[in-house]
Each structure stands twice: as structure tokens, then as C-alpha cells.
């Protein structure tokens, strides 16, 4: 074999082994890219899987935390209407009670006149008499009371809000201010003519240690202090003391104790011997 034919058959045998090199690096490549892609495709995989159980544990902690607010708003609910009930129960007029500061014991001041057998008696004798009892106390009132409080708050611009109750119980004392009651002397008739003032509420007093508060719907972006607590039931004091006054059933009975307990303070100044006790309205 010449030299040509040497060089042509190496020629040959060089161009095959580079061929046959690039295949095997094309198939080399092939495999790397199958891998990379693989290797993608499961870690695609592995952030959806984590996305999804992250889903599903904040449905559960969502799922869990409104099942514990209605519990709790049942439970208050609940706790609240046997309170409401026992109120309803409670809230009469049965417990009104008759109380005076003093009772004058002394006996009245008499005038008399030129005839030895007239007595009279003088406007300044009866008020004084019936004054010295300083604010009468006539009606006693025990009360359970069951309130609904919602407070409302913009936080960021969002509305929020948060529901409680509070339970608690009162006494209310009724009475007069007997300093601006109006006295009048008809002597001819024999009669000591009496207009009573308007009752008024003497005090109000809620008892604390009956004071239970119950969250309905929590907030934590709401904070409730103890003065924002107080301010609620003292309006809720005021509402009470209003409704109670209005009440035409329960007027009508302090006025009727109030007159029993001046007639008594009468009697005992010995007023009464001689004249008769009328009342007018105002």
C-alpha cells in the first residue's frame, strides 16, 4: 500500500472515532438534560405539596378557632338567659321596703288664741316637723340586670367590632327631698294641706362582686379598660333610674308610703289630734 492509501485509510479511521465521540457526547448531554428536568419536575412538586398542607393546617387552625368563639358565644348566650330569667323573676315590686331617717318624737308648738278653747297650728310647725326627716326614703328597690354591650372600632380602615355581657345587680333607693315639699294651714276646716315634690332617686349601687362579664365575640384588636367598663354601667345606672321613675305602677306606691310615713311623723308630734291630713297633686 502506497503512502496516499496510508494517509486516506487514517483519515478515515480519524474521522469515525470523532463521529462516534459526538454521539457519545450528544447522548452524555441528553441524559443531563433528562435529569435536570427531573430534578425540576419534583421540586415543583415538593413546594405544591407544602403549599398544600400549609392550606390545610390554616383551614384547621381557622376551623378550630371559630368553633371555640361559638362555644363560647353559646356558653355566654346560654348563661346569660338563666341570669335574664332570674332578673325577670327577681325584678318586682315585692321588695319595697319603708325606711325614714328620724322620727321627730317631740311634741308640736301650739298657738294659742284669745278663746282659751281654739288651738291652731302653723305652716313653719308642720314643715319643720316633717323636715327633720331630711331626704325620706320610701321605696327600697333589688334589681338583676343582664346587658348587651357591642364596641365598634375602625382598625386600618377596616370595621371591627367586639360583644360582650355583663351580668350584675343593684339596689335603687326611692324617696323625697321633704325641704321642697309644700305645706299649707286651713284652720277654719282643720286641715293641714300637704303637696308632695316628685319622687326622686335618692342612690343607686351596683354591687360589684355580683359583676360577671362574658366575651361573646373577642377582639384583639380592641382593648377594653376597666374606666371604659365603669362609664358603660353608669349609663346603664342612669337608663335604670329613668325606667324605674317612669314606671306609673311603682310611683304610685312610694307615694303611698311616703304619705303613711309623714301621717306617722304627724301622729307622733301629735298634729293630728284636732286637724285632717290632705294631700294635693301638683
Given at each position: 500500500m502506497?503512502?496516499n492509501g496510508?494517509?486516506?485509510?487514517?483519515e478515515?479511521?480519524?474521522d469515525?472515532?470523532?463521529?462516534?465521540?459526538?454521539?457519545?457526547?450528544?447522548?452524555?448531554?441528553?441524559?443531563l438534560?433528562n435529569?435536570?428536568?427531573k430534578?425540576t419536575i419534583?421540586f415543583s412538586q415538593?413546594?405544591i405539596?407544602?403549599?398544600?398542607?400549609?392550606?390545610?393546617?390554616?383551614?384547621?387552625?381557622l376551623f378550630a378557632?371559630?368553633?371555640?368563639?361559638?362555644?363560647?358565644k353559646?356558653s355566654a348566650?346560654?348563661?346569660?338567659?338563666?341570669y335574664s330569667?332570674?332578673?325577670e323573676?327577681n325584678?318586682t315590686?315585692?321588695?319595697k321596703s319603708?325606711?325614714r331617717?328620724?322620727v321627730?318624737?317631740?311634741l308640736?308648738?301650739?298657738?294659742?288664741?284669745?278663746?282659751?278653747?281654739t288651738?291652731?297650728?302653723?305652716?313653719n310647725?308642720?314643715?319643720?316637723?316633717?323636715?327633720s326627716?331630711g331626704?325620706?326614703?320610701t321605696?327600697?328597690?333589688h334589681?338583676?340586670?343582664?346587658?348587651?354591650?357591642k364596641?365598634?372600632?375602625?382598625v386600618?380602615g377596616i370595621p371591627?367590632?367586639?360583644e360582650?355581657?355583663?351580668?350584675?345587680s343593684g339596689v335603687?333607693?326611692?324617696g323625697?327631698?321633704l325641704t321642697k315639699?309644700?305645706?299649707?294651714?286651713?284652720?277654719t276646716?282643720?286641715k293641714?294641706?300637704?303637696?308632695l315634690?316628685?319622687p326622686?332617686?335618692?342612690?343607686h349601687?351596683?354591687?360589684?362582686?355580683?359583676f360577671q362579664e362574658?366575651d361573646?365575640?373577642s377582639?384583639?384588636?380592641?382593648?377594653v379598660s376597666t374606666d371604659?367598663?365603669?362609664?358603660?354601667?353608669?349609663k346603664?345606672?342612669?337608663n335604670?333610674?329613668?325606667?324605674?321613675?317612669?314606671n306609673?305602677?311603682?310611683?304610685?306606691?312610694?307615694?303611698?308610703?311616703?304619705k303613711?310615713?309623714?301621717?306617722?311623723?304627724?301622729?307622733?308630734?301629735?298634729?293630728?289630734?284636732e286637724?285632717e291630713?290632705?294631700?294635693?297633686?301638683?
Open positions: 502506497d503512502e496510508v494517509r486516506k485509510d487514517r478515515v479511521r480519524k469515525k472515532e470523532v463521529s462516534k465521540n459526538k454521539e457519545v457526547s450528544k447522548d452524555n448531554k441528553d441524559e438534560l435529569d435536570e428536568e430534578s419534583s415538593f413546594i405539596i407544602c403549599v398544600v398542607i400549609l392550606l390545610l393546617c390554616l383551614l384547621a387552625i378557632m371559630y368553633r371555640n368563639e361559638a362555644g363560647k353559646k348566650i346560654e348563661q346569660a338567659n338563666s330569667e332570674l332578673a323573676q325584678d315590686f315585692t321588695k319603708t325606711e331617717r328620724t321627730p318624737t317631740t308640736a308648738t301650739t298657738t294659742t288664741t284669745t278663746e282659751a278653747t288651738t291652731t297650728i302653723s305652716v310647725t308642720v314643715q319643720t316637723k316633717i323636715e326627716a331626704e325620706l326614703v321605696s327600697k328597690y334589681y338583676k340586670d343582664v346587658f348587651e354591650h364596641i365598634f372600632k375602625d386600618l371591627t367590632s367586639e360582650r355581657i355583663y351580668v350584675y335603687i333607693l326611692v323625697y327631698d315639699m309644700k305645706v299649707s294651714i286651713d284652720n276646716k282643720k293641714i294641706i300637704i303637696q315634690p316628685k326622686n332617686v335618692i342612690s349601687d351596683i354591687d360589684l362582686e355580683s362574658y361573646i365575640k377582639n384583639m384588636f380592641i382593648n371604659d367598663v365603669m362609664e358603660v354601667l353608669e346603664q345606672k342612669h335604670k333610674s329613668m325606667e324605674l321613675l317612669r306609673k305602677e311603682y310611683i304610685k306606691d312610694v307615694e303611698q308610703n311616703a303613711s310615713v309623714i301621717k306617722n311623723i304627724l301622729i307622733g308630734a301629735q298634729l293630728l289630734e286637724y291630713l290632705e294631700y294635693v297633686e301638683e
